[in-house]
């Protein structure tokens, strides 16, 4: 007898109750697909619109005919096979194209605007219909982080990290979207900022770097410039600065302890004091900030199979 012309026992279930039929076993072809599954399931339902339903047996899509399945799972015809059903979900469709002139480094969505930053040097904000409604200028090298702060009434801060070492604070006017201004630069990194992170009262700002330290600031404008360690900047960020009226901020907690670049950072959702780090070390790190303490560092390590064992 060819597979074409057996059959299999089968029995439907499925966790959509507005779907579910007989849970009794029926004879089904052998050689049956998801399409034919389908179009049983809706004439069991007796839809006059068809639904698309995927097939799983054993929590395994079915791709192909049962036949195939039950022969590739080394099980026999004979069995009774459970198939759970569930309505296909249809691939999302892009609602709008943010288009950039260069690499995109970093998305952040809040309220119905998009940040991003991007491998031109600038920062921009948009809104859902895909407008950018927003260019920030003031990095002199590509932006690798964004971040949104605290939503006012009428305003926004929000937050960059670059290649430039620096990170900016800015904020923008929510009913002129287009009005913004630079509060202030948090300088103390000496290699590019990988990532930046807000907590969720918006108090705290932390970057990662590529110097391999994580800096924690608080996000209030100081009101003056605040006195650095050491002064290197070049003509070219000294007519930036005196162009926007950026003020610098110095003041900041610094964790120490990964080897080489940090490239990610996040705080804690319930608790700001609490930090989670991962960098080019393969650790990921958890900290007290106000202890300025590494709690935790767990240690991702990579095995190789060789000759049935792990290496």
Request: hydrophobic share 35%.
């Amino acid at each position: 007898m060819s597979t074409e012309q057996e059959q299999v026992q089968v029995r439907f279930t499925t966790q959509q109750p507005k779907y579910a039929v007989s849970d009794a076993a029926i004879l089904l072809p052998s050689n049956i697909q998801k399409e034919g599954l389908s179009e049983l399931i809706n004439n069991l339902l007796e839809n006059e619109i068809l639904v698309p339903f995927d097939f799983l047996i054993d929590g395994q899509l079915l791709r192909t005919s049962i036949a195939e399945y039950l022969n590739q799972a080394k099980l026999s015809t004979e069995n009774l096979v459970n198939i759970e059903y569930v309505e296909s979900m249809l691939p999302p469709v892009p609602l709008t194209a943010y288009q950039h002139d260069d690499w995109i480094s970093s998305v952040q969505g809040h309220n119905g605007l998009f940040l991003t930053g991007a491998y031109d040097n600038m920062v921009r904000l948009w809104n859902s219909s895909g407008e950018c409604v927003s260019t920030l200028l003031g990095h002199t090298d590509a932006v690798k982080s964004v971040a949104f702060g605290k939503f006012e009434e009428d305003r926004v801060n929000v937050y960059s990290g670059g290649l430039d070492h620096a990170v900016l604070a800015w904020s923008c006017s929510l009913q002129d979207l287009s009005s913004h201004s630079v509060l202030y630069e948090c300088k103390g990194h000496k290699g590019p900022i990988e990532s930046i992170a807000v907590d969720k009262q918006s108090r705290y700002l932390a970057s990662a770097s590529a110097d391999s330290f994580v800096k924690v600031w608080t996000t209030e404008e100081p009101t003056e410039d605040e006195p650095l360690e050491r002064t290197l900047v070049n003509k070219k960020r000294k007519k930036i600065e005196k162009a926007d009226g950026r003020k610098i901020k110095t003041s900041a907690v610094t964790l120490e302890g990964h080897v080489g670049g940090v490239n990610a950072v996040s705080f804690d959702k319930t608790d700001s004091n609490i930090l989670y780090t991962g960098g080019w070390d393969h650790s990921i790190r958890s900290w007290d900030i106000e202890q300025q303490v590494n709690l935790v560092t767990k240690v991702c390590v990579t095995y190789a199979l060789h000759n049935d064992r792990y290496i």
